[in-house]
């Protein structure tokens, strides 16, 4: 993985728009002061791969890469991998409950020829290529897919952080091999021996499977297959012989149809003409719709006289006056005495407004002067630093510089080389810095809480002397409406007057509404009873029309009771000449019926003789043909089941012999992986190269004086200052763990590159720490190591360093510089 552009905007120290292009950079260094944003380039390039930094403790401190009052953070990362190019987007954004979530994520293969400046020009997402990943759930298969390690690996081999460094000289074993497996490829010689196991499995459970369907398979023979032939021809012959015997049946309930429709059509007429009764309550509907008509009258006077009471009160209230313009003028009276009330009150909340303004403008001043020193101490703490970047940069060339050698400054001979100090200047003017710089801020912040007190305090003042000016204007307002009006107590005689006659209305108006309901009540009587003579009429009419085909006698229709009684008299005359017929007809239809039975008979005496089910009850024609289907289509189905039965065994033992022999060759192929520990073999061979390269590094970086092992997996630096005393890597020093990790972080890059299968091609390399605890000779062993390493041309190395005398040796310099508002990067250097 090898880093082109890096583009950055609200995250973190980087609240604008930042690019950093890689683009020609082979061996570069990011520099700067402390705290000015150098790591944050490199937590950038992971952010944008994995979606976290080490630094955040895994992807639940998000929140930490927004930058201060920043809502969104965005970072696109393009870079090259086993020689394609792709582009890595992730942005998270805060919501408005303060949470920060991701709200993007996405991976991209980048077409071939692809000119990265467009990216200058806003150039939306969907316009950089194929999309590999659009969620950040897609994200982590398609980044370890085109980079080739995952975090945790990524972090240990190619960007090593603050803090894990030593990550991969002190990991476990067990770790320590699958970065190796993950480098080399050698996963896929597991995959082949579980893919191995798991067919054999497969073969084994699919074999189970066509052992248990021979053994339900036991009897599909060659001579199961004739008996089902037998059956079917029997079946299709029964089929004929009742087709041939149907229409017999057909014609003989044809004739017992025919008889009952006749019985039938005479039991209808006797139950028409039976059914015919007088209405019960017949006499007493006439006398119903006169007493509904008087209870009309007498409602109908009764509203009247409601109305005209209703109406007299009514011009007695409107001769009385408006009770709207009473109540405005006792609503003046009583605004009065509210306001004369609260007066005092506002006149009491101004005076205490004033007090607090005076105090809130007093402190504000004592704060603003504390913050003009502290900003003054601020300034001679940073002039002070800048004196001791020079004394320190005068110390470090005393590391070159013997007794009688040539001064580098002013070329001199110089005659004692003044003794190194303890400590380092600009460390201390560093402390004393951060110190002022902390007062500063501190002053500056009580100075603008204070001011905004102030503020605040003034404006309530103002609101508070402007409320009591609008209460004074409106006393004044309401005292004048007041002069002219009658007093209070004659308000409230004359309302409570009119409110007796209001009274006295609703009254008069909740009688005329009783006596219109009565009204209405009687009218809904009269229309019930009227109602039901109709129906009573609607109801002989009916029924005298039910009987039409018989001729009734004519109705008087001046005599509701009459009518009926003439019709229920011919009707039960009409009834009784009609019952011997009837009787002569139930008597055809017996002898038809003894007919049908006979012929259905004879039909379910073949199905008993062909061996088949005989149909249940008295089943119809079309009824018996199907039966006689569907016993030739159960034959058929038989036959072609044991067919396909016996053709079905034939296959089962066919593919048992296949399975069989699968079976056998996957557990063989397995158990060679397993025996042969073939991918054990080979990450020894690759930690022997490792480790020999890693040796040499460290003996050039050490002068000779250690070189590195390993023995069962543990790593071990021997020391020949100290007759070759082997060491356990954790038991080294601060400066000695740091050349140890360097050799072996340069190592992987240098040899383990070009044995990886995988697009796990570690084609560059950035470190983050260790170079300031180097003396100068270790350092200039350190700066011609990498130097060299760039040189080759095919690995990009890159160096976080506040070191000077390192970060001049680069070509390629980020310069990184932090202001009040943002973090800026600039490139210098070729």
Not at 502 to 528: F, I, K
């Amino acid at each position: 993985m090898r880093p082109l552009r890096l583009d950055m905007a609200g995250f973190t120290v980087f609240r604008d728009q930042t690019t950093v292009d890689f683009t020609d950079a082979d061996y570069f260094a990011l520099v700067g002061p402390t705290g000015s944003g150098k790591s944050t380039v490199l937590d950038a390039i992971c952010f944008a791969l994995y979606g976290t930094v080490p630094r955040w403790g895994g992807v639940r401190g998000i929140g930490n890469a927004l930058a201060p009052s920043a809502s969104e953070a965005r970072v696109r990362l393009v870079f090259e991998s086993a020689n394609n190019r792709f582009v890595a987007t992730r942005v998270v954004r805060r919501d408005g409950r303060g949470n920060v979530k991701t709200a993007g994520a996405g991976l991209q293969l980048m077409p071939p020829g692809f000119d990265v400046t467009k990216l200058d020009t806003g150039m939306d997402l969907a316009d950089l290529g194929e999309v590999l990943a659009g969620t950040p759930a897609e994200m982590d298969a398609a980044v370890l897919e085109a980079v080739g390690l995952p975090y945790e690996q990524f972090t240990s081999c190619v960007v090593l952080p603050q803090g894990q460094f030593a990550d991969f000289l002190h990991a476990k074993p067990a770790t320590r091999q699958q970065i190796l497996v993950n480098l080399l490829g050698l996963h896929v010689y597991e995959e082949v021996q579980v893919k191995a196991t798991e067919r054999g499995r497969t073969a084994e459970a699919k074999l189970t499977v066509v052992e248990q369907q021979l053994g339900t398979l036991e009897d599909a023979t060659d001579e199961a297959v004739e008996a089902a032939a037998g059956e079917l021809s029997r079946m299709r012959e029964l089929t004929a012989a009742v087709e041939a015997a149907v229409p017999g049946l057909r014609t003989a309930r044809e004739a017992e149809t025919a008889a009952a429709g006749a019985r039938d059509a005479l039991d209808a007429e006797l139950a028409a003409l039976g059914s015919v009764r007088v209405p019960d309550g017949l006499t007493e509907v006439s006398g119903a719709i006169a007493a509904a008509r008087d209870a009309a009258t007498r409602a109908a006077d009764e509203v009247h006289a409601a109305e005209e009471a209703e109406e007299k009160i009514r011009g007695e209230l409107t001769a009385a006056g408006d009770p709207g313009r009473l109540r405005v003028a006792l609503d003046r009276h009583t605004e009065l005495a509210r306001l004369i009330e609260q007066e005092e009150w506002f006149a009491g909340k101004v005076s205490v407004a004033e007090v607090e303004h005076r105090d809130a403008v007093a402190a504000a001043d004592l704060a603003h002067a504390h913050h003009v020193g502290a900003q003054q101490l601020l300034e001679q703490a940073r002039q002070d630093y800048r004196d001791a970047q020079q004394r320190d940069r005068a110390v470090a060339l005393r590391g070159h510089l013997t007794a009688g050698d040539a001064c580098p400054v002013c070329e001199q001979t110089v005659t004692e080389v003044p003794e190194v100090p303890g400590e380092s200047a600009v460390r201390i003017a560093e402390v004393a810095g951060n110190v002022a710089k902390e007062e500063a801020e501190k002053a500056t912040a009580r100075w603008r809480e204070r001011d905004a007190v102030a503020r605040n305090v003034a404006n309530d003042l103002e609101r508070k002397r402007g409320q009591y000016e609008h209460h004074l204007t409106r006393l004044a307002e309401v005292r004048r409406a007041v002069e002219g009006l009658p007093g209070l107590e004659a308000l409230q005689q004359r309302l409570a007057e009119l409110g007796e006659l209001q009274r006295r209305l609703e009254d008069a108006a909740a009688a005329v509404r009783v006596a219109r309901d009565g009204h209405r009540r009687a009218q809904a009587l009269v229309r019930t009873a009227e109602e039901q003579l109709r129906a009573v009429w609607q109801r002989f009419d009916a029924t005298r029309d039910g009987l039409a085909r018989f001729v009734p006698p004519p109705a008087d229709r001046d005599d509701l009771a009459g009518a009926w009684r003439a019709l229920v008299d011919w009707a039960a005359a009409e009834h009784g000449r009609r019952r011997a017929a009837r009787e002569e007809a139930e008597a055809a239809v017996q002898a038809a019926r003894a007919s049908t039975v006979r012929v259905h008979e004879s039909i379910v005496e073949l199905f008993t003789a062909a061996g088949a089910t005989t149909p249940a009850g008295q089943v119809g024609e079309s009824g018996l043909i199907r039966a006689a289907a569907v016993a030739a289509e159960r034959a058929a189905a038989a036959w072609q089941r044991a067919t396909e039965r016996r053709e079905l065994a034939r296959a089962a033992a066919e593919q048992r012999g296949a399975l069989q022999r699968e079976s056998r060759v996957a557990k063989s192929l397995a158990g060679h992986l397993r025996a042969n520990n073939f991918e054990r073999w080979l990450l020894e061979e690759a930690l022997d190269l490792l480790v020999d390269g890693a040796s040499r590094i460290l003996r050039e970086l050490t002068g000779g004086q250690y070189e590195l092992m390993h023995e069962k997996g543990e790593f071990y630096v021997v020391d020949h200052h100290d007759a070759g005393l082997r060491r356990g890597v954790r038991t080294l020093s601060g400066g000695e763990t740091f050349q140890a990790s360097l050799a072996l972080a340069l190592a992987l890059s240098e040899q383990l590159a070009g044995m990886s299968t995988t697009a796990a091609s570690l084609e560059s390399i950035v470190l983050d720490e260790g170079f300031g605890t180097l003396d100068a000779a270790t350092l200039d062993v350190v700066a011609a190591t990498l130097e060299n390493l760039a040189a080759r041309g095919d690995r990009m190395v890159g160096l976080v360093t506040h070191v000077h005398a390192l970060a001049e040796r680069v070509p390629v310099r980020f310069e990184v510089r932090k202001d009040a508002r943002t973090a800026h990067v600039e490139r210098v250097g070729l």
